[in-house]
């Protein structure tokens, strides 16, 4: 084979070689390109996935250790006279407008301390008829203006005064001991919630009716 026809035979098959790759080509670019990405459908059965419950929230913190437990005599609205009352002697009667949070045999010397039920300034701090000493404080409970009312308290063991605020959960002070604290009552804590912003400190009112304008701590828990 003389080098003429070589580069003759080289040549052709370096053109067969261009003329593959642009048949390739041109196949290749024939083809229906891939749809665009599209969401998975799930099957009609599936189901969306359930979201986790939320921890229920208490509306109020409570105002002493262990509350719950220590509402063993005077609950919200229990009627009481000197003849049925569970604490005896008793020198009052009607509906009760709050609750009594008592203490124990063992605490009877022991500095007890009580708590805000919510956030709210102090209005009130002062001795009055039936608490001995009682604070009084401003706060918004569901979706509404009160004031809170705190009695049998000692006075020296709160710091804070009129006009000061007070969060939810923080301690106020100490439970009153002495008679001129619990002006001769027990010792024990009593919590009040009056609708709206005048101050009210009843302990007791006459008619059933006229439990409307309290609110029950233990109903907010």
């Given at each position: 084979m003389t080098n003429r026809q070589k580069i003759g035979l080289i040549v052709l098959i370096f053109i067969l070689l261009i003329?593959?790759?642009?048949?390739?080509?041109?196949?290749?670019?024939?083809?229906t390109p891939p749809?665009?990405?599209?969401?998975?459908?799930?099957?009609?059965?599936?189901?969306?996935?359930?979201?986790?419950?939320?921890?229920?929230?208490?509306?109020?913190?409570?105002p002493i250790a262990d509350a719950q437990s220590r509402i063993t005599k005077k609950p919200f609205g229990i009627h009481i006279t000197p003849a049925t009352s569970p604490v005896q002697p008793e020198r009052f009667s009607g509906y009760h407008t709050g609750t009594d949070f008592e203490t124990t045999p063992a605490e009877a010397d022991a500095a007890i301390p009580f708590y805000a039920i919510c956030s709210g300034n102090i209005v009130a701090k002062r001795t009055a008829s039936g608490y001995g000493a009682v604070l009084v404080q401003a706060?918004?409970?569901?979706?509404?203006?009160?004031?809170?009312?705190?009695?049998?308290?000692?006075l020296q063991s709160i710091a804070k005064n009129i006009g000061d605020a007070l969060a939810a959960g923080e301690q106020i002070g100490i439970l009153g001991h002495s008679p001129d604290e619990t002006d001769g009552e027990r010792k024990h804590?009593?919590?009040?919630?009056?609708?709206?912003?005048?101050?009210?400190?009843?302990?007791?009112?006459?008619?059933?009716?006229?439990?409307?304008?309290?609110?029950?701590?233990?109903?907010?828990?």
């Open positions: 003329a593959a790759v642009i048949s390739a080509h041109l196949r290749s670019g024939s083809q749809p665009p990405d599209v969401p998975v459908q799930q099957p009609e059965d599936a189901q969306a996935p359930t979201p986790s419950p939320t921890a229920s929230i208490k509306t109020l913190a409570d706060c918004n409970i569901a979706d509404q203006p009160v004031t809170v009312i705190y009695g049998h308290v000692s804590l009593h919590v009040g919630i009056h609708k709206g912003t005048a101050i009210n400190i009843l302990g007791y009112v006459q008619k059933p009716a006229d439990l409307d304008g309290w609110l029950d701590w233990q109903k907010l828990q």
